[in-house]
């Protein structure tokens, strides 16, 4: 295979192989990276006789991908509070694709779920569930036997089958309880996050041990209520709330004195009301979010 069929291979594969890359490492920066290492890389080794120049590209990336998620995670023994996906802005999907499982995997909901699989069952689930690879295509990526593949799969679909989210809601509807989660913040009324969060609902803050937030999730609707009355309290005059479209749902972006601080997703439970939020604050994860939301600049693909 020649330097020009690749470069071409690449070039059009990139989208991609980016999309794997951060529902592989829950950041986009980080998948940036990996995936420019990896087609260094793929353009000094390739082999002579590749006959798919794309299937070779997501066989590196998704390799190269894997030990970095190896790396991060003893990162992340260490990382002070709870981990949080970084949030990207619209709904940046592959070649134009926008099925359902595809848009799906790139919610936070879902990224955190893949949290609880080992890098390897991560590459299997998004390969071939999300992707649409073959079994075949899988199993070569990831260096196995077909039937060793099979079996991976298998494992990471049971460990995710009780936490992925299975709450279905109407995108107008979502976007409307997201407008009441803002206007709640807005008038920092305890009754107001009463009314709109579960008896059971569960509040997660990642601060990266940067700034302050919580160290461990909330639970319960008072407890959380009360937090956010408080946090609303001080500096309220000077804090903006802002529908924004986040891994490809309506999310909110908050911004003091003009400054991005935090990015909040809302996960709806069955009766409509709020059940989890999630409240990205490290200033880590917020910067390629806040060059994007920054007038002038261009959103992210």
Same mark, same amino acid.
């Given at each position: 295979?020649?330097?020009?069929?690749?470069?071409?291979?690449?070039?059009?594969?990139?989208?991609?192989?980016?999309?794997?890359?951060?529902r592989?490492?829950?950041?986009?920066?980080?998948?940036?990276?990996?995936?420019?290492?990896a087609?260094?890389?793929?353009?000094?080794?390739? #082999?002579?006789?590749?006959?798919?120049?794309?299937?070779?590209?997501?066989?590196?990336?998704?390799?190269?991908?894997?030990?970095?998620?190896?790396?991060?995670?003893?990162?992340?023994?260490?990382?002070?509070?709870?981990?949080?996906?970084? #949030?990207?802005?619209?709904? #940046?999907?592959?070649?134009g694709?926008?099925?359902?499982?595809?848009?799906?995997?790139?919610?936070?909901?879902?990224?955190?779920?893949?949290?609880?699989?080992?890098?390897?069952?991560?590459?299997t689930?998004?390969?071939?569930?999300?992707?649409?690879?073959?079994?075949?295509?899988?199993?070569?990526?990831?260096?196995?036997?077909?039937?060793?593949?099979?079996?991976?799969?298998?494992?990471?679909?049971?460990?995710?089958?009780?936490?992925?989210?299975?709450?279905?809601?109407?995108?107008?509807?979502?976007?409307?309880?997201?407008?009441?989660?803002?206007?709640?913040?807005?008038?920092?009324?305890?009754?107001?996050?009463?009314?709109?969060?579960?008896?059971?609902?569960?509040?997660?803050?990642?601060?990266?041990?940067?700034?302050?937030?919580?160290?461990?999730?909330?639970?319960?609707?008072?407890?959380?209520?009360?937090?956010?009355?408080?946090?609303?309290?001080?500096?309220?005059?000077e804090?903006?709330?802002?529908?924004v479209?986040?891994?490809?749902?309506?999310?909110?972006?908050?911004?003091?004195?003009?400054?991005?601080?935090?990015?909040?997703?809302?996960?709806?439970?069955?009766?409509?009301?709020?059940?989890?939020?999630?409240?990205?604050?490290?200033?880590?994860?917020?910067?390629?979010?806040?060059?994007?939301?920054?007038?002038?600049?261009?959103?992210?693909?």
């Amino acid at each position: 295979m020649n330097a020009a069929t690749l470069a071409r291979a690449a070039a059009e594969a990139r989208p991609r192989l980016i999309a794997i890359a951060y529902r592989m490492l829950g950041s986009m920066s980080d998948a940036e990276d990996v995936v420019q290492d990896a087609l260094v890389k793929a353009h000094r080794q390739a #082999p002579d006789d590749v006959e798919s120049p794309v299937a070779y590209l997501t066989t590196v990336t998704t390799r190269a991908a894997i030990d970095h998620l190896r790396s991060a995670r003893v990162r992340r023994e260490s990382y002070v509070g709870p981990w949080l996906p970084e #949030p990207v802005l619209g709904e #940046p999907l592959p070649d134009g694709a926008s099925h359902a499982e595809l848009a799906d995997s790139l919610s936070m909901a879902f990224l955190v779920v893949l949290e609880s699989l080992t890098p390897e069952e991560r590459a299997t689930l998004l390969l071939h569930d999300v992707f649409a690879y073959s079994h075949a295509e899988v199993a070569a990526a990831l260096g196995r036997s077909e039937a060793a593949s099979r079996q991976m799969l298998r494992r990471a679909r049971t460990a995710v089958e009780g936490d992925r989210p299975r709450v279905v809601v109407d995108p107008v509807r979502r976007e409307a309880l997201v407008r009441r989660f803002v206007a709640a913040c807005q008038g920092g009324d305890l009754d107001a996050f009463l009314a709109l969060l579960t008896d059971d609902a569960t509040y997660v803050a990642d601060g990266g041990g940067v700034v302050r937030a919580a160290r461990h999730p909330i639970r319960g609707a008072d407890r959380i209520a009360r937090l956010l009355v408080h946090f609303m309290g001080a500096g309220r005059d000077e804090r903006c709330f802002t529908v924004v479209p986040l891994n490809g749902q309506p999310a909110v972006a908050v911004h003091d004195r003009g400054e991005l601080t935090g990015a909040v997703v809302i996960e709806p439970a069955p009766d409509g009301r709020i059940g989890t939020v999630r409240w990205v604050r490290n200033p880590a994860k917020l910067a390629r979010l806040a060059r994007a939301l920054s007038p002038g600049d261009d959103r992210p693909t």
